[in-house]
């Protein structure tokens, strides 16, 4: 994907020139591989910072809310759905973004990566749907495929779903993919083995909110965490505390997430707590036939009531 | 909550009007007989803060 970069440069050029767009939201180089840092620019001479590649896993949606200017933003699939969101919720107007889609081939999992080797990894490179890596004593070529996200091996929909320019054809949709086995074996689990498979996930959770700060979603002025008046949940290293953290905030993002896995990939001791997400996820999908960010004209499930909406819950 | 581990049943979810004063008494006796019969919560419990 790294061959996208040379055009995305030349579309963020010509709409600052243009005066277009104030501002372009897109990713430049990171300092330590496999890290690229989310980027804004204003200026046309400097659109050289901009790149992409398959690091550039971070959600820029985020970057969006309640913002002023015209804005040029890169999006992937997962972005743009975010981006459709936001504009559900008010949180930016389409007449203020030029949507650059960019059709996505999955991003790869640095932590993965930084697992399979010895020792520090110094480059990582993108060659033609392989990855090379090197680093202080090896030099290994692997497959892409091998060494995607999570999310994104299991990711159908790669093209932006809204977008104004395209950096790049769009590509072929994955398709007859499993979304929610993961899901489905936990279902499957006792209520005992539910509680300690939580309990086992979140037991290295310090409480960062590296997660939430990542999300696009996350996006309350304060949030339920940060509250003291009402205290909504403790802020203690319980893990009771820990657990309703993640509970809920998995729950603020029911029919929203875009499983873009920006949380998990924040997350400074690699919690996979899209196990949460998903579930509501797959609920919204069985229960409301609804994916988030699909589109601008129809409104979220938790927004609008139907007559046959489920209800067997309520005696 | 149940899909975190909670035992199914311990949440109940019901619609009362105010003028249903005997559904909001039998619902209230079933849920009562139905928490009372799956005994006390000891999972979702946190332990109060211990003071010196």
């Known amino acids: 994907m790294s061959e996208y970069t040379e055009s995305i440069r030349e579309i963020a050029k010509r709409l600052l020139e243009t005066c277009s767009v104030e501002m372009i939201i897109g990713f430049r180089k990171g300092t330590v591989p496999m890290m690229n840092e989310p980027h804004v620019i204003r200026n046309a001479r400097d659109t050289g910072d901009l790149v992409w590649d398959s690091n550039c896993g971070i959600n820029l949606a985020n970057y969006l809310t309640d913002r002023k200017e015209n804005?040029?933003?890169?999006a992937k699939g997962c972005d743009s759905r975010n981006i459709v969101t936001h504009i559900l919720e008010n949180k930016i107007k389409r007449e203020q973004l030029v949507i650059i889609?960019?059709?996505c081939k999955g991003m790869i999992d640095k932590r993965k990566i930084t697992r399979m080797f010895n020792g520090e990894i110094l480059e990582?490179?993108?060659d033609n749907g392989q990855i090379l890596i090197r680093g202080n004593g090896f030099d290994t070529r692997l497959d892409k495929a091998d060494v995607l996200q999570e999310n994104c091996a299991l990711c159908t929909h790669r093209n932006p779903v809204i977008y104004d320019e395209l950096a790049a054809e769009l590509v072929g949709e994955q398709e007859d993919i499993d979304r929610y086995e993961d899901v489905r074996k936990l279902e499957a689990m006792t209520t005992e083995e539910k509680w300690a498979y939580f309990d086992?996930?979140?037991?290295e959770c310090i409480r960062c909110y590296a997660c939430k700060n990542a999300c696009p979603l996350c996006y309350c002025p304060t949030c339920f965490v940060d509250e003291s008046k009402p205290q909504w949940v403790g802020k203690s290293q319980d893990a009771i505390d820990i657990r309703t953290f993640h509970f809920l905030r998995a729950f603020h993002c029911a029919g929203r997430c875009t499983d873009c896995g920006a949380c998990q990939r924040a997350c400074p001791v690699g919690i996979n707590m899209r196990v949460f997400t998903k579930k509501l996820e797959k609920d919204c999908l069985d229960l409301f036939d609804w994916e988030a960010g699909m589109s601008l004209e129809s409104r979220p499930p938790l927004d609008v009531y139907r007559p046959d909406d489920p209800d067997k819950f309520i005696k | 909550m149940e899909h975190m581990g909670i035992e199914p049943g311990r949440i109940q979810f019901s619609w009362i009007s105010s003028a249903e004063a005997t559904k909001f008494v039998d619902v209230v006796n079933k849920v009562t007989d139905?928490?009372?019969?799956?005994?006390?919560?000891?999972?979702?419990?946190?332990?109060?803060?211990?003071?010196?």
């Not at chain 1, 804005?71 to 890169?74: E, R, S, V």
């Not at chain 2, 019969?37 to 803060?49: A, D, I, M, W």
């Open chain 2, 34 to 52: 139905a928490i009372k019969e799956l005994g006390p919560n000891r999972s979702f419990v946190k332990p109060e803060t211990k003071v010196a």
């Open chain 1, 71 to 74: 804005i040029g933003i890169l």
């Open chain 1, 101 to 103: 889609g960019v059709p």
């Open chain 1, 124 to 126: 990582v490179l993108e």
């Open chain 1, 200 to 203: 086992d996930l979140l037991k």
